[in-house]
């Protein structure tokens, strides 16, 4: 198919907008933040519980100053370098909230434990939670535990919510992306996704790599604080289905085109060693600590600055610039001078990453 | 062991306050919400995550006007006569808001799939969610989709969490029950778990039951209206380990002595009769629409009085009363003259019920 067939079938899918779920029985693929994640979103959840603050499906919902966001975590190993499930549900959740562009207040934890499950392993997970939640800034302040029988849950999965409260200026969205504004990545990445996968250890693939879970509401405070008011049009986490997922998501929302530059990523000598084997492509492995941040060509510089200055910040790039045509779509500028379109997700290649 | 040897052995309890998890592995009851759930909580994610807010542990957590609460469910079967895991996970939510006294806003709805689980199942649950919200007059505005392999969950597990408003002059607290409240449970007890026990099939008992899952946001507003300030003590929705174990809690939060008049519990003859086949007392078992409420003296009549005009507090009934001896424990006055203690939930009778 060449570019412009792709370009037609993408138009003509967007305008058969409403969601259909193909498939009778839930798959790996519905769960792993790309296509048919948002397939089954948008056909079942959003269909049942439609309401405008649901509507834009973005990390969280926003209204009267208030942010609200949730996330499950059932990540294995449970255990990883760099991090555990813990940090992980800190984390995310402290991170969806922060694209939203709130300052964190409080969170909850729902843990669903399996029978047999080692407490000395709860102990961990609550202590690297608690760290975590300290390092963010954010109160722990309401849970729940549930357990159930053996071989029903695989040692222990943790869903988190949070609250946080926005300041009225802040006004971030998907839909707010122009041409002409400058495409961020926080960091480099794909560490986050390549460090589960090779934990595992079902691949004979050894790298020196740790998860990039982190805290980004610090960040996103020092970058808002930067730029000038309306100029940071989105901010997103690129957390499963990575970064190529979470600009198609602009993209569409937006109606411009996200021009990416291959040789402006950055991505670690490891991982992409990793992704090599793998057979995936690194712009799709997910993230915990890294950002996509799009913002307007005036405040550009500003970002930069404020985004290097901070210690998760230091790898910042420009990866690219929204553009008009074709509106919709994500292109890449290749290393060789070529451009190719970067598709959404389809499919799981790594699942259970977070 | 004599009612005074067990009033001692308690006190002896609550001197060596630090709770300790003995046991080296998570078990079901763990997760009963009696004693076991207790310990773990405070052994070790109290004593991870400490703070102000969570030191209560009551069904939320409330700051600033703002109420927050976050449960999983996990409820087998999942459809059961009068529910599903939809509207069970909606209205526990929506009732924990209301048991802090708050005015629920908005849900978030996080779900864990099992990989083969069928869509339409799903679009079943999501329907009963929606109604479910509706009713409660709640918006669902954001949410969470995982999947995992199969056998590595049990079809679909659900994890609500819900931030309401709460007025200024409502403070609610297991600790502020006094000698001379009235107890009141708004209704006929045991309905749900017994509903849910039985829908298993594993019993050879057929009864004419349904859940009584239901959203009690708008009793709970009808009594705080029609009670004095400060009168309505607190509010505590009996869901795992049931009325027992929800009193209990507050006899040694206020160092209080609840007493009981057997007589006086609306148990129905169903439930009452499949207990008996169980073997377990229908003070233990899981409620998803009823709450306790304690009520000063002076507004006891007048909180009948609301309670019993709406159509979820019809069967509202005075079971006892807030007294001062002995401390900390629930007593039973028997319909044969005796009393005895109703302790705290030890093991679990019905796992997974919610």
Known sequence: MTTEEQVLERIER???????????LVTLAHGAGGKATRTLIEAVFLEAFRNPLLEPLADGAVAGGLAFTTDSYVVTPLFF????????????????????GARPSYLSAAFILEEGFPIADLRRITATMAAAARAA??????????????????????????????APEVRLSASACEPGDAV?????????????????GE????????????????????????????????????????????????????GTAMILDEDAIPVRPAVRGACELLGIDPLYVACEGRMVAVVGGRSA??????????PLGAGAAVIGRVGEDPPGLVLLRTAFGGTRIVDVLVGDPLPRIC
Do not use: F
């Open 301 to 310: 510089g500003a970002a930069m600055e404020a985004l290097r200055g901070h």
């Open 81 to 100: 370098p760099g991090g555990d499930i813990g940090d992980l549900a800190v984390n995310g959740t402290v991170n969806d909230l922060a694209m939203c």
């Open 184 to 200: 961020i990545v926080s960091g480099p990445i794909g560490e986050h996704g390549v460090t589960v996968m090779l934990a595992r």
């Open 203 to 254: 691949l004979d693939i050894e790298a020196d790599l740790v998860s990039d879970t982190a805290p980004l509401n610090g960040l996103t405070a020092a970058l808002l604080d930067a730029c000038d008011a309306g100029q940071v049009r989105c901010l997103r986490d690129a957390t499963r289905g990575g970064v190529a997922t979470v600009l198609n998501e602009m993209a569409e929302a937006s």
């Open 137 to 166: 800034g954010v109160d722990i302040v309401t849970g729940d535990t549930k357990v159930v029988q053996r071989g029903k849950a695989d040692g222990c999965y943790i869903t988190t919510a949070g609250v946080g409260t926005v």
């Open 14 to 24: 967007a305008r058969r907008r409403k969601a259909r779920v193909r498939e009778e």
